[in-house]
């Protein structure tokens, strides 16, 4: 039983647009979300998160918006870069003893920025 | 060297092969955790070493043997080894208490 799922496994956006990318997820035990984007040969990097008790959190051309009640969250990106083109992954965020956390992967969805 | 490094980033192993992949992270974390990628699988967590002690095992085959010898060295000891464990295997680092991981550029594994 998947936790986390990105429903859309490829976007193709035009330059200058606006990117969204969307992610449900279903344990409402889940309490930070995360974004992750990963080129080829390359491993994820950490894009930008959001805390369960916020609704939203910007960070430049990248906002990230949570819905708790639908359980879902999404990626804006604005305007769209052709360096934005890859693949980004949502996670989510449940304590594990100790402190140390474990993160639960979306699939990913492929980000195409076409001239 | 920075962030988290891994060696060797890319292995072909036969069936009946003892191998290890090494993971380094130079963020002063302490807590280090291995992943795999199977193809158009999510990233699965297999390992979680909290401050050196083993926190999580996520019902990984006994063939897959982790070792933390200090909150910066990760290793991952593999024999043999199915076609089917062929993946990119993720090493990734965080501090306790916070939720942020920072992943190596991972180990392309091919089991023959």
């Known amino acids: 039983d998947q936790q986390v799922k990105q429903n859309s496994p490829s976007l193709s956006v035009q330059e200058g647009r606006i990117s969204i990318l969307n992610c449900d997820y279903t344990n409402s035990m889940f309490d930070y979300f995360l974004w992750y984007k990963k080129y080829p040969a390359e491993g994820p990097t950490f894009l930008i998160s959001i805390s369960s008790i916020k609704d939203k959190n910007e960070d430049g051309r990248f906002t990230v918006f949570l819905n708790k009640s639908a359980k879902h969250l999404s990626l804006h990106i604005v305007p769209s870069q052709p360096g934005d083109s890859a693949v980004y992954f949502c996670?989510?965020?449940?304590?594990?003893?100790?402190?140390?956390?474990?993160?639960?992967f979306g699939q990913g969805t492929r980000l195409t920025i076409n001239p | 060297e920075t962030g988290v490094t891994q060696t060797p980033r890319h292995l072909v192993m036969g069936m009946t092969n003892k191998k290890s992949l090494k993971c380094e992270q130079h963020l002063g974390h302490n807590a280090m955790y291995w992943y795999k990628q199977s193809a158009k699988k999510p990233l699965e967590l297999m390992f979680v070493y909290n401050f050196k002690e083993q926190t999580e095992n996520n019902s990984v085959p006994s063939r897959f043997s982790p070792e933390c010898p200090n909150s910066s060295h990760l290793f991952l000891h593999l024999h043999t080894l199915q076609p089917e464990d062929s993946a990119l295997y993720l090493c990734a680092s965080s501090q306790v208490g916070t939720d942020t991981q920072y992943f190596g550029p991972g180990t392309r594994l091919t089991v023959l």
């Open positions: 996670a989510a965020s449940a304590m594990v003893i100790q402190g140390a956390q474990k993160l639960v």
